[in-house]
DNA sequence: AAATATAATGAACAACTGTTGATTAATCAA
DNA sequence: TTGATTAATCAACAGTTGTTCATTATATTT
């Protein structure tokens, strides 16, 4: 594991920041790698030392910056000895609230795309241990078809609540989605 | 309503059957209007003139193909006289089986985006009038939260049999539909 | 069948893309 | 501090994009 280069460290910092800023003043459409170069002072090619395209650049600051929620989880799940998941829905909405500028910035046209799959796939993961048939709720259903609907139920409230402007505080948020998915867990 | 000029039908035909072809073929990214063009043996100008990039083409193509879906469920809300939400799942999942080839071959990297906002739009309006908050399960439950989870739900559970290559049966999917939803409607 | 309307063509345009190879400059390790 | 490493720059490339305008071809209407 050495050490990352200052010059690579920099470059990204300077590329990200100057999407995020174009973001929110036109249609990521409209965003083209000249306009990122441009912004963040250096050559054009430089980016495409680091990134595909531009959809590879969303999609990589998306995924960054969902790390920091997961990071937001593990944290809470070490705060309560055992993990309780029910409870555990609160800090996911409140970081969402937190973040509510990049987020609701990002999740415009490709970026929703990009947001849903990387989210998805995180809850997903998380539900394989939590999702039970041998109880007595889905006793004779499939585990492999309770997941993704489950899953995708979770991962599409939270895109709706974000694109919706959070029109509800992360309380009643979470307080739903605990009954919501209470319906087929345990 | 006048009628549509031919030489319109003529040139959209020519240019969805040409663009299905090369989503066969190769990667959506990798497609140009010059490749659509050219299959289609006509100006690329022309496809500027019925579509506004091939993002609009992608898009276009997945909404007409989902039309077909709705005349398929108003057709099976006709016959039976009053509409059974829950028996109405089957032909959905029968209706995507049949035209397996084609969501297949949409539903990569970009695809995904398009046919889910337009799925997830049909779903989310059927569901106002299916979700009710007086009824014994949903008490004290906000309807504009439960919808979204609830049609998500269903969506991605359908992109995710699609994906997987529809690994289970119409039957089995429509019976586990019928048990998932059921614990949210009524 | 002729007149009218309009869709498709072809050519040209500036701008952006993604890639290359040679050069310069910054960073790291000894 | 020096030398080796490697990231960033610069210029050039062919190819694609989206748009335009005059021209040609094809439908529709009367």
Known sequence: MSKVDRRILKTREAVTS???????????????????????NMN???IYLHYVDKYDLLDKCIAAQLEELLEVCSASDQEQGSIELMDS?????QYFERNYLFYS????NQGT???HERFLHVILQGLHEEVKIDGAINKG???????PFVGSAFVGL?????KEGMPFPPQLMAEHVKIL???HLL
Do not use: C, H
């Open 18 to 40: 100057a999407f995020i800023e174009l973001m929110s003043e036109k249609k990521f459409e409209d965003i083209t790698i000249q306009n990122i170069s441009d912004r963040a």
């Open 44 to 46: 054009r090619g430089t």
């Open 89 to 93: 829905f609160l800090p996911v909405f």
């Open 105 to 108: 910035t990002m999740l415009v």
């Open 113 to 115: 795309s990009y947001f």
């Open 141 to 147: 259903l499939n585990k492999d078809i309770v997941i």
């Open 158 to 162: 939270v895109e709706w609540w974000i």
């Open 181 to 183: 998915l209470g319906r």
